[in-house]
């Protein structure tokens, strides 16, 4: 604020103006307001791919939590009905090779089942897997989901079951044929899930071409006109199941 001082040789004196010493300027000229934005939006496009990067791995860790809280779960159940339990998960394919058709459960939900009994061993071509037959979902339960762009990957000892011309051919899974999708009521009948099976002492199949553990992979990715299952990035978090106690090993991850 401007004070006025005394007369002197004839003109009087402002004192303490805008233009004075000692006086500071309020406010940021409009070339120092576009200065730091540009040097924030540099500093955000670097940082972007790195806090991007981070969400997915949560998610993922999200993700592979779940899947693995519900294969002990499973297995838990098994011993305690003495009867074969399954973990259903469905692939990204449609119906006819080991998934579902609605894209909400490809690659990307679970749920486990009692079966009517033992799973029967189907050979094809010296290829030999397991397939058992749905009796209901696990009384209490419902469909569980991924994190928003997480999925079930494929492996060497838990892939993707296929359609091959001498007939259908898991490769590398056992299968839940009649299963009621989505619910037990007002459902199709869905044929060839792929799934992880229990026994009623706890112990897992094993893996139909190696006969050894089976691998599950939780990975970052995305679904590409349908049915292709992309991995983005390297995102993707694993574990082992011992065939032999059932047991979730997270110090071998599934290859």
């Known amino acids: 604020m401007a004070r006025w001082g005394r007369q002197m040789s004839g003109a009087w004196r402002i004192e303490g103006w805008a233009g004075g010493p000692g006086l500071r300027r309020a406010g940021f000229s409009l070339l120092e307001v576009f200065l730091v934005m540009a040097i924030m939006s540099m500093m955000i496009a670097l940082a972007l ?3 991007q990067g981070m969400l997915r791995a949560s998610r993922v860790d999200a993700g592979v939590s779940r899947v693995a809280q519900e294969v002990r779960l499973a297995r838990q159940r098994a011993m305690a009905s ?3 339990v399954a973990v259903l998960l469905p692939t990204a394919e449609d119906s006819h090779a080991g998934g579902f058709t609605d894209p909400r459960y490809k690659a990307c939900a679970l749920r486990s089942c009692l079966l009517e009994g033992p799973p029967v061993a189907v050979t094809v071509e010296s290829k030999t897997w397991f397939e058992g037959t749905f009796d209901s979902y696990i009384e209490n339960t419902a469909w569980q989901y991924l994190p928003a762009g997480v999925y079930l990957g494929y492996t060497d000892t838990f892939g993707p079951a296929t359609t091959a011309a001498v007939g259908y051919e898991p490769n590398t899974c056992h ?3 009649g299963v009621l999708f989505p619910e037990a009521t007002d459902a ?3 044929d060839n899930v792929r799934a992880l ?3 009623p002492n706890g112990s897992l199949l094993p893996n139909p071409v190696t006969q050894s ?3 599950v992979l939780v990975q970052a990715g995305r679904i590409r006109n349908g049915t292709d299952l992309l991995m983005e990035g390297t995102n ?3 574990f082992e199941i ?3 106690t059932g047991k979730v090993n997270f110090d071998v991850l599934a290859p």
Do not use: A, E, Q
Request: proline residues 4%; aromatic residues 12%; charged residues 10%.
């Open 242 to 244: 011992n065939r032999f």
């Open 188 to 190: 199709v009948s869905v």
């Open 236 to 238: 993707s978090v694993g």
């Open 175 to 177: 299968v839940v044929s």
């Open 213 to 215: 553990h089976t691998g």
């Open 197 to 199: 099976i229990f026994r």
């Open 49 to 51: 791919p790195t806090v």
């Open 82 to 84: 003495g009867r074969y």
